[in-house]
């Protein structure tokens, strides 16, 4: 079956630190990957989507970046952490029947 | 651009009786794909129904289902026989159902939806 995992769950991180999220999809070749981030009691606000590896389309300007190193793996990074990246990231592919994965809770103190 | 408009901030139903979620959406695609999702405090993203533009037939999944109105760009949710369980905020979102554009999605503000016993 076809499944997005996304690591870690849970993560709290002080101003300035780096960050590195990762996502990886399973049973499916070549997917189609995107970044979501939800603020509290809002929508989902798309960041990045990748069509293949190394390919990056940025859909907002901010302090984060993403990578695609590989076929299915997918990377939201930050080399300095703001007090406004604090959110809920998701990651999506098309490829997969539930479209998201689970979700990555970040607080920045 | 396309824009998807939830006009209910929040609604409440009793537990068995039926609820209607409302969306709009403002497209100028011919293909493409509406969604409603519903998000417990867990906050992960559960795909409740999924309507193809080109399908005049409206999707229906058990106690789910939705009123699509193509011309007048409207696609309601409906659940019937409400259950304790489906107290969560609902998304209404819309993806272009081509290429590279499919899977970025336009989301809905959110309605909270609260099952009463």
């Known amino acids: 079956s076809q499944t997005i995992h996304q690591w870690p769950a849970t993560l709290v991180q002080p101003v300035g630190s780096p960050l590195s999220l990762e996502c990886t999809v399973e049973g499916t070749s070549n997917p189609n990957l995107y970044w979501y981030r939800q603020a509290a009691g809002r929508g989902l606000q798309l960041l990045f989507y990748s069509v293949g590896i190394g390919q990056i389309s940025s859909e907002v300007p901010q302090n984060l970046s993403a990578s695609r190193p590989q076929d299915r793996q997918f990377i939201l990074s930050s080399k300095k952490l703001l007090l406004s990246d604090s959110g809920f990231y998701l990651c999506?592919?098309?490829?997969?029947?539930?479209?998201f994965g689970p979700g990555t809770r970040l607080t920045v103190l | 651009a396309q824009t998807v408009t939830q006009s209910q901030p929040e609604m409440s139903v009793q537990e068995a009786e039926t609820v209607t979620l409302s969306c709009t959406y403002d497209t100028s695609e011919n293909n493409y794909y509406l969604f409603w999702y519903k998000q417990p405090p867990s906050r992960q993203m559960i795909l409740v129904i999924r309507?193809?533009?080109?399908?005049?037939q409206n999707a229906t999944e058990n106690r789910f289902s939705v009123n699509f109105q193509k011309a007048a760009k409207s696609f309601s949710l409906k659940i019937s026989d409400s259950q304790l369980g489906d107290t969560a905020m609902y998304f209404c979102?819309?993806?272009?159902?081509?290429?590279?554009?499919?899977?970025?999605?336009?989301f809905g503000q959110g309605t909270i939806l609260t099952v009463h016993p």
């Open positions: 999506a592919s098309p490829s997969t029947e539930q479209f």
């Open positions: 309507q193809e533009a080109y399908k005049q």
């Open positions: 979102a819309f993806t272009p159902g081509w290429g590279t554009s499919y899977g970025k999605l336009t």
